[in-house]
């Protein structure tokens, strides 16, 4: 008897299983849906990189549907495709898509609750605090710094080639960056330039370049929640510990000798301290979040744009030299000086870096999860609460019926006229709407500046060294190149 009902219990068991199973795989196909189906071997698609892959689903469905079903360990996702869905999760639909998803572990990982991650009214009322912190004026507090470790990456550019004409530029960028966002943030001089193993731009290597544990996240991207259960991290301790340590430091040295920098740890401290009622206060771990995630999305996104910019320069000699004029031109009207005022008038130095960003999106997918039940417009289709979302940004920018011969590097994409003439969802390299990057002008600005002074110096072109065309490492999320980039370096 006890056989039998074990027996029968087991296939119930298994009925209920292969039930489930059967729901999971047919689950797009149930809903007519256009999709591939779960593979359940080894997909074709390993070793690509993760803006490469979904390319070749949004390639696949585009013009069928608004977006394409896909699967990820099991769960069902959505490939937006329709550049009018892309604009109605941006902005018009935005009250059922202002979460990202992303895991984050306020009580163990103190660092992960930053902008970047946190959802709903704790997201909203954190980007109300943060947003005036990176306004056009507080930009131009910061410019002095910014410039001043310009200026010195440039000095050392020059030291460098008077010893050596062919070197490895990306990480003498990331080193640049680092410096500026050390100063700007932490009020810190870094001094990656001269000492490449300094302790900032060591923490910064390892954030980005130590190996990943797969299954952590797995976990942390596929089931958040259950990571939060879980207690997982995802930040290396010894990371987190130097950057806790490293803010806390700082707040203590400022607030004990009255110290004002005008840089943006100056902007949280007034925060922490309550010194705008309107705005509220942060709490010392907020600062910390948000100072490390300034930090880390800052020097590797800027440095990364600024190493595709000068691959593109090197194979396009047309349009560096043009390039170079413009910050020729622009500094004979001011004498000479690289002030706010002309960083700001190089409109052809933006042009080429918005379509570096186009080509080269650091963020090559955006990440939203549906907040409560959605009909797709023009579908009958429903997405349910807790369904997540995928905007294949650097498919979008590849789709030749948006930029024509998308593999061509053309910074005339994006005079005032070509951009009037697109679709305003069809470039969004930052994101768009009330989740938009909050330091997206910080990052421009100092891609504009280091981008500025090195063609105002300097001539780049392949040598025996390079690599062309460079491929993505599938190893990092950010779009970032295989090989480093190794470039002739001439002064002018």
């Known amino acids: 008897m006890d056989l039998t009902l074990l027996v029968a219990a087991l296939g119930l068991l298994l009925a209920y299983g292969y039930y489930r199973v059967k729901k999971v795989v047919n689950f797009w196909a149930d809903r007519n849906v256009p999709h591939n189906p779960i593979s359940f071997g080894k997909s ?28 990820f360990l099991f769960k069902p996702l959505v490939l937006a495709i329709d550049l009018e869905l892309l604009k109605c999760i941006f902005v018009k639909d935005f009250q059922y898509f202002h979460d990202r998803g992303t ?55 020059e030291d460098k080639i008077a010893v050596e004409s062919e070197f490895e530029l990306k990480d003498l960028l990331a080193r640049f960056t680092t410096d500026v966002i050390g ?7 870094c001094n990656s330039m001269k000492d ?66 005008n840089d943006f740890m100056d902007l949280l401290i007034a925060m ?16 910390a979040a948000q100072a490390f995630v300034f930090f880390v999305a800052g020097f590797e996104t800027s440095s990364t744009t600024m190493t595709w910019a000068l691959y593109e320069l090197s194979v396009n000699q047309d349009i560096q030299s043009k390039g170079r004029q413009c910050v020729e031109d622009v500094l004979e009207k001011h004498n000479g000086d690289l002030t706010y005022e002309a960083i700001m008038e190089m409109t052809y130095i933006d042009q080429i870096l918005q379509e570096t960003l186009r080509k080269y999106p650091p963020v090559p997918v955006h990440f939203r999860v549906v907040t409560k039940d959605y009909r797709v417009p023009n579908t009958s289709t429903t997405l349910s609460a807790g369904t997540r979302v995928l905007i294949p940004v650097y498919a979008v920018h590849h789709d030749p019926e948006i930029f024509p011969d998308p593999e061509r590097f053309d910074p005339d994409r994006f005079t005032p006229e070509a951009i009037a003439q697109r679709h305003p969802y ?39 060294k390079s690599t062309v065309p460079l491929d993505f490492t599938p190893k990092s999320f950010i779009l970032s190149p295989e090989q480093g980039l190794w470039l002739k370096v001439d002064k002018v």
């Open 44 to 71: 074709p698609e390993q070793g690509l990189h993760m803006g490469k892959m979904l390319q070749k689903h949004y390639n696949q469905f585009k013009g069928q549907y608004p977006f394409a079903g896909m699967y």
């Open 272 to 287: 922490m301290k309550g010194d705008n009622p309107e705005l509220g206060s942060l709490t010392f771990n907020e600062i």
């Open 426 to 464: 069809a470039w969004t390299p930052f994101g768009e709407g009330p989740r938009i990057c909050v330091g997206m002008r910080f990052g421009l600005m100092q891609a504009r500046i280091g981008l500025a002074l090195l063609l105002k110096s300097f001539r780049f072109s392949s040598g025996q």
């Open 196 to 261: 490449p193993n300094a302790q900032f731009r060591q923490m910064g290597r390892r954030h980005f370049e130590e190996p990943r544990n797969r299954l952590r996240d797995s976990v942390c991207m596929g089931a958040p929640k259950l990571a939060r259960f879980l207690r997982l991290k995802m930040i290396n301790a010894e990371l987190s510990e130097f950057f806790i340590n490293v803010v806390r430091e700082t707040i203590d040295f400022r607030v004990k000798n009255n110290v004002r920098r």
């Open 183 to 189: 100063i700007c943030a932490f009020g810190i001089e």
């Open 103 to 157: 895991f984050y572990n306020e009580r163990d990982d103190p660092l992960s609750a930053h902008l970047f991650n946190l959802e709903g009214n704790k997201w909203k009322n954190l980007r109300t605090k943060l947003s005036p912190t990176f306004t056009s004026g507080k930009m131009k507090m910061m410019y002095p710094a910014m410039i001043k470790a310009g200026r010195q990456f440039s000095d050392y550019m």
